[in-house]
Nanobody, 115 residues
Framework: QVQPVESGGGLVQAGGSLRLSCAPS????????MGWYRQAPGKQRELVGA???????NYADSVKGRFTISRNTPQKMMWLQMNSLKPEDTAVYYC?????????WGQGTQVTVSS
């Protein structure tokens, strides 16, 4: 089964920005980005932002006003724009998508924010 692949992670100073991308790892009939999650060391995976069935967006309180999710379903892409990054945003970020109609998760990309 084709899975999503995240890219764009890295090391950034506090106050900086990063843009994560999510795309299928191979050829697929359909791909729809559903949302972004993250997992910090020693913590459970948590929602960062996701699309509702109506196409609107929900965000964790901790990222509201700083992070923005977007997608282009015909192009089979989803993005997470992260601004004003804080050290507490350090985590592995995961893409969640519907790939050929199936729930699918990426392997994650590391984001590290230094103080």
């Amino acid at each position: 089964q084709v899975q999503p692949v995240e890219s764009g992670g890295g090391l950034v100073q506090a106050g900086g920005s990063l843009r994560l991308s999510c795309a299928p790892s191979g050829n697929v009939v359909s791909f729809s980005g559903m949302g972004w999650y993250r997992q910090a060391p020693g913590k459970q995976r948590e929602l960062v932002g996701a699309f509702t069935s109506a196409g609107t967006t929900n965000y964790a309180d901790s990222v509201k006003g700083r992070f923005t999710i977007s997608r282009n379903t015909p192009q089979k892409m989803m993005w997470l724009q992260m601004n004003s990054l804080k050290p507490e945003d350090t985590a592995v970020y995961y893409c969640y998508a519907k790939t050929n109609g199936f729930d699918s998760w990426g392997q994650g990309t590391q984001v590290t924010v230094s103080s």
